[in-house]
């Protein structure tokens, strides 16, 4: 008895296995954001160019497909702390009412830096 039930239930676990799921389709903008995402993380940014910016840095924060489910962190992966702890750039964050997990990309260009925040 035991080993009929145990080889049903492989058999319906192989067949369930097998059968394929509808695939889910991109949306038009589900694609554009992430072809624009990827071409942004191309830039690696230090920790050290984070905690060098200074007060006399101009700061732009740019929401970027909010509401868009995106699976990549850009190049602003593992950068979170780093933003959180920079005053320049967490003020800005914070008057704008975002955090800086909230941060997928930054672009440091000089003394002006862009945050791209992103929320699904």
């Keep these: 008895m035991l080993k009929t039930v145990l080889i049903s239930g492989l058999i319906g676990a192989a067949l369930a296995a097998a059968i ?10 589900e694609i554009r954001c ?3 995402l990827s071409l942004m993380g191309n830039t690696i940014v230090r920790k050290e ?22 699976n990549d962190f ?7 702390k ?5 005053p320049v750039l967490a003020k800005a964050l914070a008057r704008r009412g975002f955090r800086a997990d ?18 699904e």
């Design 49 to 70: 160019a984070v905690r060098a910016i200074g007060a006399g840095a101009s700061i732009h924060v740019s929401p970027f497909c909010m509401g868009v489910q995106l």
């Design 82 to 86: 780093t933003i959180g702890a920079n």
């Design 102 to 119: 909230d941060v997928t990309n930054i672009r440091i260009d000089g003394k002006s830096v862009t945050l791209y925040v992103h929320r």
């Design 74 to 80: 850009g190049n602003a992966a593992g950068l979170g």
């Design 34 to 36: 992430r072809g624009a």
């Design 20 to 29: 394929p799921l509808p695939a889910m389709a991109d949306t038009p903008i």
